[in-house]
């Protein structure tokens, strides 16, 4: 079957510091994978796409990779800061359907 | 447009009752996701309509789910008898055909309490 596995462990980083959240995925290659945050009680906020043929995509301070030899997409947050805090999910499209599977997501806390 | 809106946002029902949530997505969006999330788990994929045609549904779902998209507008997930593991946050999301540079607008959710 085609998953998505993160993290489940909470990442806890300093203000100012570099947060890197991890996504690795089973089977078939997806030709695209989004990341999103996720607020407590809230519904999940897109943040980026990345296609196979990128190896990386950045906006703002957001910096995502994509890794087809080791099945996997780097989640990069630099600076920091304490309003960062969140979920970030990841997700693959489902391939030879229309839904799209979503990870656990991983808690993300960043300390003042 | 103020993106995708649920309703209700809270709703509390007794085991066995039957319960409806109302998607209105982004107007101009021609696809509509329904899913679930409980604590501590990514959102799952419940069913897909583009415009008023439901094209896929999850095989995880029971006869208790229907969802309706009349005229390809709002949408409603109806759950029948419910039972205390439907207990979950509903999440409904739209998006444009081939545009996927702006993944899904989800909205708040309706988070469904079966006692």
């Known amino acids: 079957s085609q998953k998505i596995e993160q993290n489940s462990e909470a990442l806890n980083i300093q203000e100012g510091k570099t947060a890197t959240l991890t996504c690795n995925y089973t089977?078939?290659?997806?030709?695209?994978l989004q990341w999103y945050r996720q607020d407590p009680g809230r519904g999940p906020v897109f943040l980026l796409l990345i296609r196979e043929n990128e190896k990386e995509k950045r906006k703002e301070r957001l910096k995502v990779t994509f890794d087809t030899t080791l099945k996997q997409s780097l989640f990069h947050i630099t600076a920091s800061q304490p309003a960062d805090s969140a979920t970030y999910l990841c997700?693959?499209?489902?391939?030879?359907?229309?839904?799209?599977?979503f990870g656990a997501g991983t808690r993300l806390f960043v300390k003042a | 447009d103020t993106g995708v809106s649920q309703n209700p946002r809270h709703k509390i029902t007794k085991r066995g009752q039957n319960v409806t949530f109302r998607c209105d997505p982004i107007s101009e969006h021609n696809r509509l996701y329904w899913y679930r999330q409980t604590l501590g788990q990514g959102p799952e994929f419940l069913t897909y309509f583009q415009n008023e045609a439901q094209l896929e549904k999850s095989r995880l779902l029971s006869d208790r789910f229907s969802a309706e998209r009349p005229k390809g507008s709002f949408s409603t997930l109806e759950i029948q008898r419910t039972e205390q593991g439907d207990s979950a946050m509903y999440l409904c999301a739209s998006s444009l055909t081939g545009v996927k540079d702006y993944g899904y607008t989800f909205g708040s959710g309706t988070r469904l309490t079966v006692v």
């Open positions: 089977n078939y290659s997806p030709a695209y």
């Open positions: 997700a693959r499209e489902h391939t030879g359907g229309f839904k799209t599977i």
